[in-house]
């Protein structure tokens, strides 16, 4: 670093200017040189700049003036390491002092002042401190530049510098459609996705393995065969999501496979002379375990040898009620 002296005249003599320290002059000749300051002067503070004029003759005593020089530090500061942390759905307390590196400044008088950009990213709860709690706004989700000042305990500049906030977006689960499956059917496969747009992991959870699928899992569910299922109410799992994106994992998303149970039909067995009908007493029925059947389905008839219908037109088909047997009647030819 240079001073340049100003202000300093003389005449009718020969200039030659001195330092306290032995540092030296751009020119020590002139009345206003350029003084190169020195380590030594900035160690002490302060040096002592002497002019001397002296007349070309000898005849007259010189003549000496001197200033003292106060040499300030320059303010150095440092505004700490960059740092990343995961979006918050609400506002998240940043405290600065917990960061690998925290804020600090040399040569300064302690007066200190914080700015961040884009000024929407949140608030201060003290800027004065050097190292401040920033409160940042709720959702917020970016690269937040903070800024110190560190003033100086003389009439130098202040110190300045900055530092880095990466708040990372945290991923949110986009709802999944509940799904109601009969028993033993196929469960088509569920995929997963996030409001930030791709890359997310995901991780779920199943508390009722008995649908037939597993406890957890990694990436979307594959398509499976639900468990046959007898029971007299629906099987319900309860399945929950989370996306985890560049190590920040967002709030869990929830939905249900129901399995419906199937009717478990009970045996029929009827003895009847040729061509009476069944009657009411060969209703179709369930056996008692299993959910009530609103309907039956007919596979197959085989006629043992000499039955032939006589009434009531008995066939295969679906959807049939449960009195379908009733009005059927059978002739046997044997006899």
Avoid: H
Avoid at 54 to 65: E, K, M, P, Y
Avoid at 102 to 127: D, E, I, K, Q, Y
Avoid at 174 to 194: K, Q
């Amino acid at each position: 670093a240079t001073y340049t002296v100003s202000g300093s005249s003389s005449s009718n003599g020969t200039i030659l200017w001195s330092s306290s320290s032995g540092g030296s002059f751009v020119d020590a000749t002139v009345d206003n040189p350029v003084y190169n300051i020195s380590a030594t002067d900035v160690t002490n503070g302060t040096v002592t700049l002497t002019k001397t004029v002296s007349t070309v003759l000898g005849i007259c005593g010189d003549a000496v003036d001197a200033m003292v020089l106060t040499i300030t530090p320059l303010v150095i500061a440092n505004a700490g390491s960059d740092e990343q942390i995961c979006q918050s759905p609400s506002v998240q307390s940043f405290v600065f002092a917990s960061r690998t590196t925290p804020a600090s400044a040399a040569n300064s008088n302690g007066v200190f002042s914080w700015s961040a950009a884009p000024l929407a990213s949140g608030t201060f709860v003290n800027s004065s401190d050097l190292n401040p709690v920033f409160n940042i706004a709720a959702g917020f989700s970016g690269s937040i530049t903070f800024t110190l000042n560190a003033n100086s305990s003389g009439s130098c500049a202040p110190g300045t510098n900055d530092f880095t906030l990466t708040v990372k977006p945290t991923p949110v689960v986009n709802p999944i459609a509940d799904l109601v499956i009969c028993s033993g059917a196929t469960v088509p496969l569920i995929s997963f996705s996030a409001n930030t747009g791709g890359g997310e992991t995901f991780n779920w959870a199943n508390d009722n393995a008995g649908i037939g699928l597993g406890a957890s899992g990694v990436g979307n569910i594959a398509s499976f065969t639900a468990s046959t299922y007898t029971g007299l109410s629906q099987l319900v799992a309860n399945i929950s999501v989370t996306a985890t994106l560049n190590g920040c994992t967002g709030p869990s998303r929830l939905f249900r496979i129901t399995i419906n149970p199937e009717p478990v039909g009970l045996p029929v067995t009827a003895t009847r002379c040729s061509d009476v009908l069944l009657g009411a007493g060969y209703t179709l029925n369930t056996n008692g375990t299993s959910v009530s059947a609103a309907t039956y389905n007919i596979a197959s008839i085989t006629n043992l040898g000499g039955l032939t219908a006589s009434a009531g037109a008995p066939a295969v088909g679906t959807g049939f009620a449960a009195n379908v047997l009733v009005d059927d009647a059978w002739t046997n030819q044997t006899g």
